[in-house]
Every structure is written in structure tokens, then in C-alpha cells.
């Protein structure tokens, strides 16, 4: 008997070393870049305030500051805006969505072909993204900026429409699947994704792109939430590339900052920079904390209008000016903001959950709808600090009801999937092309 527990005692310690083997083996570390200077061109991002009032409670909660280089850009695009010798000056956010991504990419590439000068979208001057839409914003800041010429434009527009089109999905990530989460450590690795930017923005060595977005004349946001505090921030496209030592050096830097802001906890691997000197921090997708990002920004146009407003005439009507004539003048002296949304703003009915339990594709299911409502509702929340300026939006909705016989509608587990992507292109040449335009309304408050 003693030998028998002896026995099983052994067979125990056996697959336990095997398993911590295993563990040890495969599991993937963290990805981590080494960036020196990196966080002195980020910036925490404001909750803006009317979660400041619902945080009020909160000790040592975060001051509002508009001071920061964004709110400034923003600053400066409201004055833009309103002087007769120059363009407008717009905003343009980019949101997340992973593969979805290949709907703006389509969406943009189309718009610039109908466009007489390779400009998809005139007048912006200020450009944020979130996950896969900090990856369209190192793109769009060179094919959104008339200094640039029509075939650099062009050119960025390519090497864009090249990163959403891959001939398979390892090209992208290493997607082990959920189910082996607990043995890799997240449902894929990351390091194809790496090299894949780094080959968009520098194709074959070359470095022209990496230094056009460097000169753009517009500016550029990428966000991403520090793991360790729970705080959103958002690093400066340019300042990241102009104060790298080389171009090889910008793109890795563009990079960490554009995979810090897709590295969705448990689905990616993990995902870690160090600045000069400093402890590696992980970073998670942006997303996990708003799907766009504008907050204090958007407070800051809020100011700004109203600033602008003061001299217009219809401020100073005898008895005071109509709700509807502020309304009208708020509009007028606001930029107009562009959001895309990469991605559908409602879920699907799936009636299986009604049949057949389980904790994985329960959870799943439980989290696209969060998510949903965090993307969505983010969207929604640009209209409560600007409350008459005119909000644009277009979305990957319909993208299995249009009429097309490009790549497949659907998808099943996969984190990239060329034919599903190859529709979303094709989405975005539909949306771009259909009577109307792409583009909605978000309506004003009443």
C-alpha cells in the first residue's frame, strides 16, 4: 500500500513537472520595446467633466489641465477654423476594431480616388486613433496633408490599404485561440504584428513615409491606457518620429506606440515600453478605456467657440440671442469633427445562448457587448462637451448586406481573416461611393 502511494505520489509530481515544463516552454513573456525619451511625448489624458463630477469623491482625483500639446492643437484648429485666409481646420478620430480596420482603409483609399487631388478628406488638421486606428492615423497624417504631394499621398494611402490586406492571418498575429490562454498566457503573440509595421511604414528600408509623417503639417495622437494606474494617455505621432536618433529608430518608436494602443489584455500578448532609464510599463489597448478619444480636447473647443462666439454678432442681440441662433453660431464656429467608427455599432442576434452554455463563449459573448457599449457610447459622449458643432460619423455597419461578391461576410474565431477584410475594403469603396457619402450626423442637443 505505502508503495502504491508512493507510486501515485510520483505519477503526481510527474505531470506537474510537465505541466510547469509546458507552462514555462510555451508561454509567451511580454513583448517589450526599449524606447529611449518615449514617455517625455506622453501625456495622461483627462476624463473630462462630467466624470470628474461623478469622481468627485475620489481622493486625489486628477485635475483638469488644457495646457497639454493636444488641447492646443485643438486651440489653434478652432482659430483656424475661423480666419477667412486659411482652410479649415478639422478633427478626424480613428477608433479601434483590430481586422475591422479594413474598413477605413477601403474607406479612405476610395475617397482619395474620387478626389481630384488624392486628398480623401481636405481641411483636417488634427488626427487621433485608438488600436487599429492609431495604425490608420500614421497613414492618414500624410494622406490627409495637402503640403504633402499627390503621389506621397498616394503613397501612404498604398502602404495603408498593404497593412489591412494580408494573404493569411500569421502574416499578423500568432493566433493560438482562447482555449490556450492559460498555457500561452494571451490568444496570440505579437511579434509578426511588430515586423508588419515596421514594413508598412518602412517597405523594403525605405525611409520616405517615416519621414513624411515626421514634416506632416497636421497633428497626430495615439492612445493607450498605462496598466499600473489605470490612467488613459496618448503619445505625439511627430515628436515620436523627430526625436529619434534615425528613421529606424522613429518607426520602432511608432511601433511600440501604436501596438501599446492594440494590446487588448488576454486576446494580445502583453505589451511593455521603457523610456530612458526606466522600469518597461505595460500598456493596454486604448479601447479598454474609450473607443475615441477627445475628452479634454473637446473641452477645449468648447472653450474656444464660445471665446469665438463672443464677437459674433448674434451674441448681442437686443434681449438676448435665440437658443436656436446660438445654436447656428456654435455650429458655424466649430471645427467639424469626423469620427469612424472601424467596426459595427450593434451586435448580432445570436439565439445559441438560449440553447447551450459555456463559460468561454459566455464570456466572449459578455464581452463584445461591454465593449460595444464602451465604443458606442464614447462616440455619443463627444456630443456632451460640444453640443452644437457639427459631428460626422461613419461605421462598418452593413457589412453583411451590401451587395458584393468580394471575400467572405463573416468569421468565426479568427483575429485576422483575409477574406473578411477583403469585404470591409470593399465596405468602405461602397460607403465611400454610395449615394450620399459615408458620413451622418450625430444631432445636436435640444
Not at 57 to 86: F, G, W, Y
Not at 131 to 139: E, F, K
Request: net charge neutral.
Amino acid at each position: 500500500m505505502t508503495n502504491f502511494l508512493w507510486g501515485v505520489a510520483a505519477g503526481i509530481l510527474a505531470v506537474a513537472a510537465i505541466v510547469f515544463f509546458a507552462f514555462t516552454l510555451f508561454r509567451r513573456g511580454a513583448l517589450t520595446f526599449k524606447i529611449d525619451g518615449f514617455y517625455t511625448h506622453v501625456v495622461d489624458g483627462d476624463v473630462g467633466p462630467f466624470i470628474r463630477d461623478v469622481q468627485a469623491d475620489v481622493p486625489q482625483a486628477e485635475e483638469c489641465r488644457l495646457d497639454d500639446k493636444m488641447s492646443c492643437s485643438i486651440r489653434d484648429a478652432v482659430q483656424c477654423h475661423n480666419t477667412e485666409s486659411q482652410p479649415d481646420c478639422n478633427v478626424l478620430l480613428l477608433s479601434g476594431g483590430g481586422q475591422w480596420g479594413a474598413y477605413g482603409a477601403g474607406l479612405f483609399d476610395t475617397l482619395s480616388r474620387k478626389s481630384a487631388d488624392e486628398l480623401a478628406l481636405p481641411g483636417i488638421g488634427v488626427i487621433t486613433g485608438i488600436s487599429t486606428g492609431s495604425l490608420q492615423a500614421l497613414m492618414l497624417m500624410v494622406a490627409l496633408d495637402p503640403k504633402h504631394t499627390k503621389e506621397m499621398r498616394r503613397f501612404a494611402l498604398d502602404r495603408l490599404v498593404w497593412g489591412y490586406s494580408p494573404e493569411k492571418e500569421s502574416d499578423v498575429v500568432s493566433h493560438t485561440g482562447m482555449i490556450s490562454v492559460p498555457l500561452f498566457g494571451s490568444a496570440a503573440g505579437t511579434e509578426p504584428l511588430r515586423k508588419r509595421i515596421i514594413e508598412a511604414l518602412m517597405p523594403g528600408g525605405d525611409d520616405v513615409l517615416v519621414k513624411a509623417i515626421g514634416n506632416s503639417s497636421l497633428e497626430g495622437y495615439v492612445g493607450f491606457v498605462e496598466a499600473e494606474r489605470g490612467v488613459f494617455r496618448y503619445a505625439d505621432i511627430k515628436d515620436l518620429v523627430n526625436s529619434a536618433p534615425s528613421p529606424e529608430a522613429a518607426a520602432e518608436a511608432l511601433a511600440a506606440a501604436t501596438m501599446a494602443s492594440s494590446a487588448m489584455p488576454v486576446f494580445h500578448q502583453q505589451l511593455r515600453v521603457a523610456g530612458s532609464g526606466g522600469v518597461p510599463l505595460a500598456l493596454y489597448d486604448g479601447g479598454v478605456r474609450r473607443s475615441v478619444f477627445f475628452d479634454r480636447a473637446m473641452a477645449a473647443v468648447d472653450q474656444e467657440v464660445r471665446k469665438q462666439m463672443q464677437g459674433h454678432a448674434v451674441t448681442k442681440v437686443a434681449g438676448g440671442a435665440s437658443q436656436e441662433a446660438i445654436a447656428k453660431d456654435y455650429e458655424k464656429t466649430a471645427p467639424t469633427v469626423y469620427v469612424v467608427r472601424n467596426g459595427p455599432t450593434a451586435r448580432k442576434r445570436d439565439d445559441v445562448f438560449n440553447s447551450k452554455s459555456g463559460p468561454l463563449k459566455n464570456g466572449q459573448r459578455g464581452y463584445d457587448l461591454l465593449v460595444n457599449e464602451s465604443e458606442i457610447g464614447a462616440i455619443a459622449g463627444l456630443r456632451l462637451n460640444n453640443p452644437y458643432g457639427r459631428i460626422l460619423l461613419t461605421s462598418a455597419d452593413r457589412y453583411d448586406t451590401f451587395p458584393s461578391d468580394v471575400g467572405e461576410n463573416f468569421k468565426k474565431d479568427e483575429m485576422f481573416k483575409p477574406a473578411f477584410m477583403a469585404r470591409l475594403r470593399d465596405l468602405g469603396r461602397h460607403k465611400a461611393e454610395r449615394d450620399g457619402g459615408p458620413w451622418w450626423p450625430l444631432s445636436p442637443i435640444k
